[in-house]
Structures are given as C-alpha cells and as structure tokens.
T-cell receptor, first 114, second 113 residues
Framework: QQQVKQSPQSLIVQKGGISIINCAYE??????FPWYQQFPGKGPALLIAIRPDVSEKKEGRFTISFNKSAKQFSLHIMDSQPGDSATYFCAASPRGTSYGKLTFGQGTILTVHP | NAGVTQTPKFQVLKTGQSMTLQCAQD?????MYWYRQDPGMGLRLIYYSASEGTTDKGEVPNGYNVSRLNKREFSLRLESAAPSQTSVYFC????????????FGPGTRLTVL
C-alpha cells in the first residue's frame, strides 16, 4: 500500500532549466510534507518542507507547491545545476505524534546535463 | 559532532546467517528509526523508537528485531538473513521537540547471498 505516490521515476533536465517532481498522497491525516535529497552513497538529507496551512514555500531555487484539495504537492527546482543531480524523495507524516513517522514516495532520479 | 553514525558500511552474508547493524547519534534526540531502501520503492520504515525504552513496528518489520540500548544507540538485528533482505539500511534520528526533521546516517549496504 503506497500512501505517497511520486512521479516521474527519472528526470533529465538541461542546466538552467526547471525540474518538477510531483507527489500525491491519500491519508488526510498527513500534515507535514518534507522533501529529501540524496547523493550517491550518502543518506537522505532534508531539503525543504511544508505544512498544509500554506500553499507555497520557497527557499532559494527550491519551491514546494501544495494543493490540499487535490492532495498533491510538488518540488520545483529553478535554474537547475549539475550539482542538483541526485535522488529526490517526497514524504509525509501525520499530525498528532511527536515522533513523526515518515511515509516516503518512490524517489526521482534527477540528472542535470551541463 | 558526528550526527548519526552506522556500522558497518558494507556487509555480505550467507542465507541463514545473523548480524546486527549498529546506529548511534550524538544529537541527544529522543526518536530513532530504521529504514530500508530498495530501487523504485523509496525508503520503508522497519522499526522505530519514539523514545528511550520503547520500540514499535513500522511498515516492513518481518525478519528483523531492534534494541534501543540507550538514548544514543538503536540496533537492528537480522536473526536469519534471507536474500530478500538485500538492501541499503538507513538509521535516522529526530528530536521530539521543536523540529520535524529526521537526520539520516550514511547507510549500510547489505548483500545476502
């Protein structure tokens, strides 16, 4: 049972382009939606996160767009750089617990060509 | 401040062998987690420990056991390894106050032949 569905599985973008990764969730109890970035041979690291009380959050070149009614959220990477080449995971966790169990999407391998 | 550390980095086992993956964090976090990562499946939660002295099953607990040894350490044990347990295992930790961020270790790549 995949509660968070992520697409596409892989994405190739030219340097300077916009990368867009989408996620959809089913559980309406989710109220925290992070994106993690993972480089080969490393553990995932938090990139940016959002709560459903806002529709957009921007940090530098990275933006999360959130659509609560559609139960979808997406990551936009503006001016994509070769150094952004990595695997990206969306995730979600439910309200009501301090320990915050995360459910992850399947991951997107992003390749940015110079 | 090393963050989350995991040992070993790599391990090869034969079917039926047992082993323990070690995880330690030096951030004084209350909660700790074990995930496995498989191609095309993201990270799946195996077990977690919300606080010292407690452990609970995650999404894929079968074939694994855990021990929260103290606040710093959380180990994952495979009693009788199977090829289906070939994966990359990640430990993570999180403070239960003031942040939702989970911090991940560098992972253990396990192959079961």
């Amino acid at each position: 049972q995949q509660q968070v569905k992520q697409s596409p599985q892989s994405l190739i973008v030219q340097k300077g382009g916009i990368s867009i990764i989408n996620c959809a969730y089913e559980n309406t109890a989710f109220d925290y939606f992070p994106w993690y970035q993972q480089f080969p041979g490393k553990g995932p690291a938090l990139l940016i996160a959002i709560r459903p009380d806002v529709s957009e959050k921007k940090e530098g070149r990275f933006t999360i767009s959130f659509n609560k009614s559609a139960k979808q959220f997406s990551l936009h990477i503006m001016d994509s750089q070769p150094g952004d080449s990595a695997t990206y995971f969306c995730a979600a966790s439910p309200r009501g617990t301090s320990y915050g169990k995360l459910t992850f999407g399947q991951g997107t391998i992003l390749t940015v060509h110079p | 401040n090393a963050g989350v550390t995991q040992t070993p980095k790599f391990q090869v086992l034969k079917t039926g062998q047992s082993m323990t993956l070690q995880c330690a964090q030096d951030m004084n976090h209350n909660s700790m987690y074990w995930y496995r990562q498989d191609p095309g499946m993201g990270l799946r939660l195996i077990y977690y420990s919300a606080s010292e002295g407690t452990t609970d099953k995650g999404e894929v607990p079968n074939g694994y056991n855990v021990s929260r040894l103290n606040k710093r350490e959380f180990s994952l044990r495979l009693e009788s390894a199977a090829p289906s347990q070939t994966s990359v295992y990640f430990c993570a930790s999180k403070n239960t106050i003031g942040t939702d961020t989970q911090y991940f270790g560098p992972g253990t790549r396990l192959t079961v032949l």
